[in-house]
Every structure is written in structure tokens, then in C-alpha cells.
């Protein structure tokens, strides 16, 4: 459903991206992980249609998408019924609730973005980035700023999501740790101007996340082969 082959992508004079190409079909989830400022929001501005300037093809066989970003993003003169209203395409209230009852939010409905935790406001944010349904889910850095214990708790909210509607997803994350527990598919982003250099076929094939255990073992694993991967370099 989402094909990409990024030849170049620039910014004025200079290359930002290069040779980046990768297939996902429904049920997929990526992380793209790489150094700050390499370019992997302007990444997730291509795929949306945000950027049209590049050389090369995307192609996604449909233009629902959902997102989720660093911070909520909800309006603070909104409730969060009328946050999630605004994206919302049905208008069904049954069906808002439903999602907030899957993260333990349906008495919510009236309360104001003030009123909540960073953590609540981060699973409106999710319910608002599921509500249509969408066939592919973009992530960037969702759980950042967030306690260990909220952010675990925020990814299974997420992964029962995944596993109940199905769609592909893509997580951009600084996070080794969290990309190895939630993600098929590692896709590593460096070099001297951006671009792929390493997929990471992961041990997890479905929308569960992995224990501990086996994450830190995938974990050391990798960096023993490749120290100065989380820095984009081989």
C-alpha cells in the first residue's frame, strides 16, 4: 500500500535525503531511526504530500493517513470530543467513544486539555490519529518527554490500536529500545547526506511488543556489530 523511492531530496543547494526506498503493506510497522536533524520529519513531510519537491516516487494506494506527533497538539479552547470532532470524517459519538474506552478515557469527553495529564493527552492524540481508520499511521517520536512507565503503557494503547484495525505503520523514534520492541523492520538513516544504510529485520512479526529481555539481547546484538549505528555511521 505505501511505496518509496526518494532518489534526492534538497533544500536550496543542498542534498537532505538520498536513495531511501522501502514497501509496506498493511500490518507492517517500521522505525526509522537516525542521528538529530538528518532529515526524518522531512521524511514523514514527503510521504503526507507536505514536501511535493524531490526527485524520485511515492506512492500510496490510499490518502488515509492518521498522525501523531512529539506533543498532543490539541487546541486548549477545544474539549477533547470536539479535539477529536475536527478530524473526525463519521461524526459518530458511539464510535469516539469506543476508541476512548480502549484506553480507559470515555469519561473524558467533556473535560479541556488543561484538565489532563501528559499521558491522557498523549491517548487523545492517539484516539484522534485512529478515528478514521486510516491505512497507514505516521509516528513522530509520540512517546518523547514522557515517563518510562506512561510511554510503556502509551505503546501497548498503541499496539492494541495496530492490532484491531490493521493498518501500516511508520514510527520515527530516538529510541533504540522502544523501535526494537514495537517494530517489524528497523530502517537506520545516516551517511554524509541521508539515506538508508542498514534494515534491521526484527524478531517481532506481529502488533505485540517484545519483552525486555529479548529486546536487550536484539539490542547489544546489533551495536556489537555496529557500534556507531545510532550515530548514522556502518
Not at 531511501?20 to 514523514?44: E, M, V, W
Not at 517520536?141 to 501497548?156: G, H, K, Y
Not at 492490532?163 to 526494537?180: G, M, Q, R, Y
Request: hydrophobic share 40%; net charge negative.
Amino acid at each position: 500500500m505505501l511505496n518509496i523511492d526518494i532518489k534526492n531530496k534538497k533544500y536550496a543547494d543542498k542534498n537532505i535525503l538520498q536513495n531511501i526506498g522501502f514497501n509496506l503493506k498493511a500490518g507492517d510497522f517500521l522505525s526509522i531511526i537516525g542521528p538529530s536533524g538528518c532529515g526524518k520529519t522531512t521524511l514523514l513531510r514527503l510521504i503526507t504530500s507536505l514536501d511535493k519537491d524531490f526527485e524520485g516516487t511515492i506512492d500510496i494506494d490510499s490518502n488515509s493517513i492518521g498522525m501523531m506527533f512529539q506533543e498532543p497538539r490539541l487546541l486548549p479552547w477545544l474539549t477533547v470530543r470536539e479535539n477529536i470532532a475536527i478530524v473526525d470524517k463519521t461524526g459518530d459519538l458511539e464510535d469516539m467513544l469506543k476508541l476512548l474506552r480502549m484506553v480507559g478515557m470515555e469519561n473524558t469527553l467533556d473535560m479541556y486539555p488543561k484538565n489532563l495529564s501528559g499521558g491522557m493527552a498523549r491517548r487523545v492524540s492517539l484516539v484522534r490519529a485512529f478515528i478514521n481508520r486510516p491505512k497507514l499511521i505516521l509516528l513522530d517520536e509520540p512517546f518523547v518527554s514522557l515517563d518510562r512507565p506512561t510511554a510503556l503503557s502509551l505503546q501497548n494503547d498503541l499496539m492494541l490500536f495496530c492490532k484491531s484495525f490493521n493498518p501500516a505503520v511508520i514510527l520515527v523514534t530516538h529510541d533504540f529500545d522502544e523501535a526494537i520492541s514495537l517494530s517489524q523492520k528497523i530502517l537506520f538513516l545516516g551517511g554524509e547526506v541521508t539515506g538508508e544504510i542498514m534494515t534491521h529485520v526484527n524478531e517481532n512479526n506481529s502488533f505485540e511488543t517484545l519483552h525486555p529481555t529479548y529486546v536487550q539481547e536484539i539490542k547489544e546484538n546489533i551495536l556489537s556489530l555496529h557500534p556507531h549505528i545510532l550515530e548514522g555511521k556502518l
